[in-house]
């Protein structure tokens, strides 16, 4: 289940008994051949306001042995008809966002497995990034605002 909050302006596209939680599925493969690791991951609910789906590929680095290559991937895409394009770019926002502090986590957790102490701190590198999605917020919320009737004499 996803946790991250529902910004203000997605709650008019929500009715008021919807559910707010968003399921999420993912699908492993393990590849020992060619010795990979393929993770598949989409939400199950609220697609119609925004599906997300990711894939992960995670696999041994010709060009520096004893290191691991990730090329993940996502596609965003909204059915709010007049809305989709801004409701889309607000998602790409947040993904990236998220996958900065996930990475950052996992970086994190893999040097405590290896006794090593990490030279970084999460808060100053997640900063720019939560900025980003503010301005994709307000972007979205100012397209979604209601215009004015134009008069023409």
Not at 95 to 114: D, I
């Amino acid at each position: 289940m996803k946790t991250n909050r529902l910004p203000r302006w997605a709650e008019r596209f929500f009715p008021g008994g919807m559910s707010r939680c968003v399921y999420i599925m993912e699908d492993s493969i393990v590849d020992p051949v060619n010795r990979s690791l393929t993770t598949y991951t989409w939400n199950l609910n609220h697609t119609t306001l925004m599906s997300v789906e990711e894939r992960c590929v995670f696999q041994d680095s010709a060009e520096q042995p004893a290191t691991t290559q990730l090329k993940r991937e996502a596609w965003i895409s909204s059915s709010i008809f007049g809305f989709s394009k801004p409701i889309q770019e607000f998602g790409l926002a947040r993904f990236k966002s998220n996958q900065l502090k996930a990475m950052k986590g996992l970086e994190y957790a893999l040097s405590n497995l290896q006794g090593e102490t990490p030279h970084w701190l999460l808060r100053d590198t997640v900063k720019p990034a939560s900025e980003k999605t503010k301005e994709a917020a307000k972007t979205l919320v100012s397209a979604a605002a209601p215009q004015k009737p134009r008069q023409y004499v």
